[in-house]
């Protein structure tokens, strides 16, 4: 990515309707206001749309309904954080990508995030369908040296993290399915796959994969997707800003990983979880060392683990697994 146009970019962003001078921009990147000129006009050519005026300057009038990687990074460079981005407009998994950087390069926390993947994973083995319709693809590497056992509530708390996110900046009613899924009236909006490599049961490397479908014609994805998904979009009262949803998204990924590592999430876990939590109260079905369980959710406990209430009277525990609501009956 061009650290001009990303400055640029966010010299645009701050200055929100106002116009901004070539001149001032041309003293800030070190260049002439005939290459701020040349620099915008192939902007234009990725779906920006300038005003310019003489004597004022150029102001930002739209941006693009695509992920784009240099404004995700404007956008997160003006929050004031410094956060490494490994942008790709398509790749075949930013879990992969991930993975193979955390294993050639001793720097960590990024993120990887693509406008589209080739071989999407999800959990099971199952597919992520990943097209370049303006949807988030991105993968968070960390080297958090936690217990192992912990991994399990990070997923849950990013979980019920990101739903705060979306409803409150975006105003969309998500809530988090256990142990990974997040839903907009019971359709998938988002999937978390968190792969870590263990040793001497401390988590070394930790790769947080998630899918956030934005915007896109689900009608047109493959059945077993289709049948399933829903994006932001349609459930916002407004067309979304991809990018600036997307840059929030990722920000706030790793603000929720560093108040789980620094432990001052307690307090808030249990209140988001219950506020957000798809299963509260609803009968569902679980199968369990090969035994299937019926009953209602009753929220998790401490490890993470989800309380299922069985019509045998039974409260059960379950760590991992599916969860299908509804008795089935
Ligand atoms: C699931 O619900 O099964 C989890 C889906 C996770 C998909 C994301 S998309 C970004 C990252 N890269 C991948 O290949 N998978 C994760």
Redesign the pocket.
């Known amino acids: 990515m061009n650290p001009t146009d990303i400055h640029l970019l966010r010299a645009f962003l701050a200055a929100g309707d106002a116009f901004v001078s070539g001149s001032v921009l041309a003293e800030e990147v070190g260049l002439t206001r005939v290459a701020i000129w040349a620099r915008l006009e192939k902007l234009r050519e990725n779906g920006f749309v300038f005003e310019a005026v003489r004597n004022r300057g150029y102001r930002l009038l739209k941006t693009p309904s695509h992920l784009d990687g240099r404004l995700v990074a404007a956008h997160l460079a003006l929050t004031g954080a410094e956060r490494t981005l490994h942008f790709h407009p398509s790749i075949d998994?930013?879990?992969?990508e991930a993975e193979r950087l955390l294993a050639t390069s001793g720097t960590a926390p990024f993120v990887v995030a693509a406008a589209g993947?080739t071989?999407?994973?999800?959990?099971l083995g199952?597919v992520?369908h990943?097209p370049a319709e303006g949807n988030l693809?991105?993968?968070f590497a960390f080297r958090p040296r936690i217990a192992h056992r912990r991994i399990a509530t990070i997923t849950l708390w990013m979980g019920a993290g990101l739903c705060d996110y979306l409803e409150r900046a975006w105003g969309v009613p998500v809530q988090v399915k256990w142990p990974?899924?997040l839903l907009i009236q019971g359709r998938k909006v988002a999937?978390?796959?968190t792969e870590a490599r263990i040793d001497a049961d401390l988590t070394r490397e930790l790769v947080i994969?998630?899918?956030l479908n934005i915007q896109g014609n689900t009608a047109a994805w493959p059945a077993e997707a289709s049948r399933v998904a829903t994006t932001l979009t349609e459930h916002a009262s407004a067309p979304l800003p991809v990018n600036a949803v997307a840059a929030g998204f990722i920000e706030t990924v790793f603000q929720l990983y560093e108040a789980f590592i620094a432990e001052t999430h307690r307090e808030a876990f249990p209140m988001l979880w219950k506020k957000y939590d798809a299963l509260a109260g609803k009968t569902i079905r679980a199968s369990m060392n090969g035994r299937e369980l019926s009953g209602e959710a009753a929220g998790i406990d401490g490890d993470g683990a989800l309380l299922l209430q069985a019509t045998d009277g039974q409260t059960h525990r379950l760590h991992s697994g599916e969860v299908t609501i509804g008795s089935g009956r």
Not at 93 to 96: E, Q
Not at 119 to 123: D, E, L, T, W, Y
Request: aromatic share 8%; glycine share 20%; charged share 20%.
């Open positions: 998994s930013t879990n992969s993947q071989k999407g994973r999800g959990r199952r992520w990943s693809y991105a993968s990974n899924d999937g978390i796959l994969g998630i899918g």
